[in-house]
């Protein structure tokens, strides 16, 4: 990587242009329906600026892989229904007004349409994979929205819990984030027909991107403004969110700032001075950096992942891709 320029996706979204012309084919064919309602509200989301990181990241798994077939194509578009579909959910249960600097689709839609249309992507995602015709995929992306759900349940269930230990934290970011990653990048080496090294390998690569990636989110969500994060600055906070960055400064605080912080994950502290000082503590405790160096040390597990595959274009972008998302927050 050129050292006098900061990483980007700029190489992996080259690596697999052609590719994703063909998945965003499939993605505009499959969210259509007679239901005026369904293609208008999906079409909010799907076309609001996403990176389409995990569709992308099935695409670079499987040029790693030298595969140069077109099965891949069904399934990225898959995931990215997946993947949509829980945010449609998320931005419900969160009450979010804002994603990728938009308003959200239960904004403007509410909350009921959202939900079902959620749902009606989820099963578009199911029929993709089916059309695609490997059990093993099938398994692969099928247990993912199992565990994305069950990382969901597990978060609302911790909500406001200042006492959420940190090995829960991540039990719940590895679910909600980092399988559907690991999914992405996995199925790949099942259409090139690879041996499950190589499953294991992308498996590990894309889980430990799709941790670093998380904590880099929850670090930025209080260290920088609602442009750099499309989404409004300090919703964590004002949602009650416990992330890494509030378990670390919780449990470095004095008497007085755990009470702060108990006060405010309960939900008594949601003011803009208050997310000032929520800020102020996470930077004097060193919890924003060292939720980076975490994401840093996980971003590391994921290149190392992918150390045993031959040198290529695909592997250099996929290594730039994880500096680009430790990066982020810079």
Known sequence: ??????PSLD???GLVASDMNAVNQVILARMQSEI??????????????????????TLASARLLDYTGSRHHKLAAAVEFIHTATLLHDDVVDGSGMRRGRRTANIIWGNPASVLVG??????????????GSLKVLRILSN??????????????????IDLGEDRYLEIIGAKTAALFAAACRIAAVVAERDETAELALDSYGRNLGIAFQL??????????GATMGKDAGDDFRDGKVTLPVILAYARGSESEKAFWREAI?????????????????????????????????????????????????????????????????
Do not use: C, W
């Open 36 to 57: 005026p309602l369904i293609p208008e509200l999906a079409g909010h989301l799907i076309a609001g600026g996403g990176k389409r990181m995990r569709p992308m990241l």
């Open 216 to 225: 880099v989110d929850d670090a930025i969500d209080y260290a920088s403004d």
């Open 144 to 161: 993912a929205s199992a565990v994305i759900a069950e990382g969901e349940v597990n978060q609302l269930t911790a909500q406001r819990r």
């Open 266 to 330: 309960a939900g008594h502290r949601v003011s803009d001075e208050d997310l000032a000082h929520a800020t102020q503590l996470l930077r004097d405790s060193g919890a924003i950096a060292d939720t980076m160096a975490r994401a840093r040390l996980y971003g590391q597990r994921a290149i190392d992942a992918i150390g045993g595959f031959h040198a290529s274009a695909a592997k250099a972008a996929m290594v730039e891709a994880v500096e680009f998302a430790v990066a982020r927050a810079y």
């Open 119 to 132: 749902d009606f992507l989820f099963s578009r995602s199911f029929e993709l994979m089916v059309e695609e």
């Open 11 to 13: 190489a992996m979204l």
């Open 1 to 6: 990587m050129n050292p006098s320029r900061p």
